[in-house]
């Protein structure tokens, strides 16, 4: 028997099959109007939807958290185009394997079927892998479907990557996974309907919350849920903080108000409130928030809120997150609150974060214009021949160490992004910028 089969989409064949099944497998969407989320992309008129109706061949890749739907998204592409549907994980998989598949589906082309290859954590699979697809996309042997909570830009290769269409997934809401989970109950043929359950409100608002936007995760709650109560019973809260009992205790979100926590802590390194910062990142502590997701954001708020204006900032705070993955808890909670500490009471700028949003906001809206031609390398004759690097002014051979030339683009001569506020370090460096201009229209192009 072959490695890869022809994968069945959802719904099962047999009610004997539907009870062995997980009921998040269960439950998976077996049609665009039975899918939930994702309208930017589903909605009528939109990309996916469009690309779907219309039968595009192209290629593409889904990038998404976990629990969105990407699988199912792939299952049902299948379905509508009525497509072979073979179905691989990256980490089980080398290029002997991936070639066979590819010859196969080359020969089915060549008898009028079409066949949709769906692949799992593609991310994971390396550039030499990734390669051994790209003949077969580029002649239409296969419909390459690939599925990764990683960016593509980071993880696929340009050459594929600029073959397929990326379509981005967003969490689920909270709202939307409780109608989910509604529906389950209420489904006879695939769901929990058989057992004739209801559930509070707010039992399956907390199971939502808990799922932090995966459908999965929900699934398997309410599923476990389901098992600690007779049929015909009510899953409460109770029933269903039972259920969730270990996340619930280690990441309560609805009880412990996640975001709102680290918001709150945030704010108060930014407003330099001390005490209050270190309350709030002990309140987390405390809930059972992991610590090194804290150190992250610590580190987030070096260099957004304090940036410049303290260098030594973005190293304590890194060291702090180095400290902590070296000692553990509790220990190493300590170093997290030394940094916290010392971002509360440093100096703060956002001058590089403003500064910076606005480059971003250049690059995306005005026109990408080509490298000014002396700042170009011409390691060729051609290249100094029309002009590569002529009229370029070696800073170092120049009184100041300044050169007057142009460094942007025509059409952002003279823009300004980094403004530097009077707070610690940044001071000097507006003097710095102040000088550097000076001595620009002393030594002009």
């Known amino acids: 028997m072959s490695l890869f089969h022809n994968f069945p989409g959802p719904g099962p064949a047999n009610q004997s099959e539907a009870g062995a099944r997980p009921l998040a497998d269960r439950m998976r969407p077996r049609t665009v109007d039975e899918f939930?989320?994702?309208?930017?992309?589903?909605?009528?008129?939109?990309?996916?939807?469009?690309?779907?109706?219309?039968?595009?061949?192209?290629?593409?890749?889904?990038?998404?958290?976990?629990?969105?739907?990407?699988?199912?998204?792939?299952?049902?592409f299948a379905r509508v185009t009525r497509a072979e549907f073979i179905e691989f994980s990256a980490v089980l998989v080398g290029i002997k394997e991936i070639k066979q598949v590819m010859a196969d589906a080359e020969k089915a082309r060549q008898y009028g079927t079409r066949t949709i290859v769906f692949i799992d954590e593609i991310h994971r699979f390396n550039k030499a892998q990734q390669d051994a697809?790209?003949?077969?996309?580029?002649?239409?042997?296969?419909?390459?479907?690939?599925?990764?909570?990683?960016?593509?830009?980071?993880?696929?290769?340009?050459?594929?990557?600029?073959?397929?269409?990326?379509?981005?997934?967003?969490?689920?809401?909270?709202?939307?996974?409780?109608?989910?989970?509604?529906?389950?109950?209420?489904?006879?043929?695939?769901?929990?309907?058989?057992?004739?359950?209801?559930?509070?409100?707010?039992?399956?608002?907390?199971?939502?919350?808990?799922?932090?936007?995966?459908?999965?995760?929900a699934y398997n709650a309410l599923e476990v849920a389901a098992a600690l109560v007779a049929p015909g019973a009510t899953i409460t809260v109770d029933v269903a903080r039972e259920a969730l009992q270990k996340r619930v205790l280690l990441y309560d979100k609805a009880g412990e108000e996640h975001y709102n926590l680290i918001s709150a802590l945030h704010k108060s390194v930014r407003n330099s409130d001390v005490d209050a910062a270190l309350y709030w990142l002990a309140r987390m502590l405390q809930a059972g928030e992991d610590p090194l997701y804290l150190a992250r954001r610590i580190v987030r708020m070096a260099v957004e809120d304090v940036g410049l204006a303290d260098p030594e900032a973005l190293r304590i705070t890194l060291a702090a997150r180095d400290a902590y993955d070296f000692l553990g808890t509790p220990e190493g909670e300590l170093a997290l609150a030394q940094a916290v500490a010392y971002l509360a009471l440093a100096p703060k700028s956002n001058a590089i974060y403003t500064a910076f949003g606005e480059a971003q906001a250049d690059v995306e809206q005005a026109t990408a214009q080509t490298v000014p031609l002396h700042l170009r390398n011409a390691p060729t004759g051609l290249m100094k021949h029309i002009g590569y690097g002529k009229g370029y002014q070696y800073a170092h051979d120049i009184e100041g160490k300044v050169a007057g030339m142009q460094c942007l683009p025509d059409n952002l001569a003279g823009r300004r992004y980094y403004r530097p506020t009077d707070q610690g370090a940044e001071s000097g460096l507006r003097k710095r910028i102040e000088q550097i201009r000076r001595l620009k229209s002393e030594n002009p192009d």
């Not at 009528?44 to 976990?66: C, H, N, T, Y």
């Open 36 to 76: 939930v989320g994702q309208e930017h992309l589903l909605g009528p008129g939109k990309p996916l939807r469009v690309q779907m109706e219309r039968d595009d061949p192209a290629s593409m890749i889904f990038w998404g958290p976990p629990g969105v739907g990407k699988t199912t998204l792939a299952h049902i």
């Open 133 to 217: 697809f790209l003949p077969h996309v580029e002649k239409g042997n296969i419909r390459l479907i690939g599925a990764t909570t990683e960016n593509p830009s980071f993880e696929i290769i340009s050459a594929l990557l600029s073959r397929c269409r990326v379509y981005v997934l967003k969490q689920l809401e909270e709202g939307q996974i409780a109608g989910l989970l509604q529906r389950a109950l209420l489904d006879s043929e695939r769901g929990l309907g058989s057992l004739q359950l209801t559930a509070g409100e707010d039992a399956l608002a907390l199971m939502a919350a808990y799922a932090s936007g995966d459908a999965r995760s």
